[in-house]
């Protein structure tokens, strides 16, 4: 423990206190000129309800100290998921902060920001000096909020929020001396997740004949088309499945896959046949139904820390596979 405050690294201070997992909020007043200000600050905190009344700190050198010094009011929007742009725009000095933001009438004067998961118009109510910091507490006016995930931040930098999960199975684990499955296993539950989600789209797949070898053909060529034989086979290398000349000839038999327009012969480019295109049409409107009713149960704020979390999980394991999304700014 470390116990001499004049001694203590400010860069491993600031690091323990990052351990505080916090929102991002960005708040706003306007100069008597009329000129808006706003600043990005994680030290807001919920102070009373009733009265309902909110806090947060702002540096001393901050070049708006003076502004929200003297000021009747300002605004507490509560950043989205969406909003780490905003979130960094609001943290640099020297920039136009405002420029091509779309905002919101507020009663007091002090801008209101779009898109975030909930906004607090306050009216200045008390200032304390705090050391470096001057801390504000506001009294709410008023107030809204969304179902939008909030962006949080722990140990600089921006996270997500994801609630606690409840055991995945409560059956006593066998001692199989180190061979059994535990349900922390990774491996175990992206493997039984991916299945559990598979189970909804086996309908279609069965109503289509269709394996998860031609699923992953079609899935892909859905995506990006046309794809030369070797092309499809480096895509789908990480699966298991092996696209070579006696599964593109099944396909084919089958007509699920059909030669490109420009083919010039008989090894492709391939690209789906009308048929193939129903059929992944079929998979799909199920994945839809299958990923909405997903997302009802978890609730969006979950939804949004799942899809961070299996992005993490890709880039971490990609054994380098070929873009399969073109960037938006590519040709
Ligand atoms: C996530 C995050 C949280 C921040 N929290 C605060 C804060 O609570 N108080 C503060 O004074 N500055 C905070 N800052 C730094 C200010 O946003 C930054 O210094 C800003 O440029 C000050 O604007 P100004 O100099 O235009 O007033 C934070 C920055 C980030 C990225």
Sequence with gaps: MQTAPSSFDPRDFRRALGTFATGV????????????????????????????????????????????????????????????????????????????????????????????????????????????????????????????????YLTGEYALASRKAAPVSTEPQADLAGASYSEDLLGYLLGRAHFQFMHHLRPALQAYQLSDADFFVLSLLSVRSPLSQADLAAHLSYTGVHFDAALCQTMLARQLLAAAPDAAGQAGPWQISAHGRQAIAAVLALATQAEEALVARLGEIEAAALRNLLKHLILATDPGLPKLWRSPSAP
């Design 25 to 152: 909020t960005i708040v706003t007043a306007r100069a008597q000129d009329g000129t808006p200000v706003g600043i990005t600050a994680n030290s807001f905190n919920s102070v009373s309800l009733q009265p309902p009344m909110v806090l947060w700190s702002l540096a001393n050198t901050a070049r708006t100290r003076e502004v929200f010094s003297t000021s009747s009011h300002w605004n507490v929007h509560i950043l989205s998921n969406a909003q780490e742009q905003l979130s960094n725009r609001f943290a640099r000095a020297g920039e136009d902060k405002f420029a091509g933001l779309a905002l919101d009438e507020s009663a007091f004067g002090a801008p209101l920001l779009r898109g975030c998961s909930a906004r607090f118009e306050c009216r200045s109510a008390f200032q304390y000096e705090g050391g470096d910091h001057t801390i504000f507490v506001g009294e709410v006016v008023a107030y809204d909020s969304c179902a939008l995930p909030p962006l949080l």
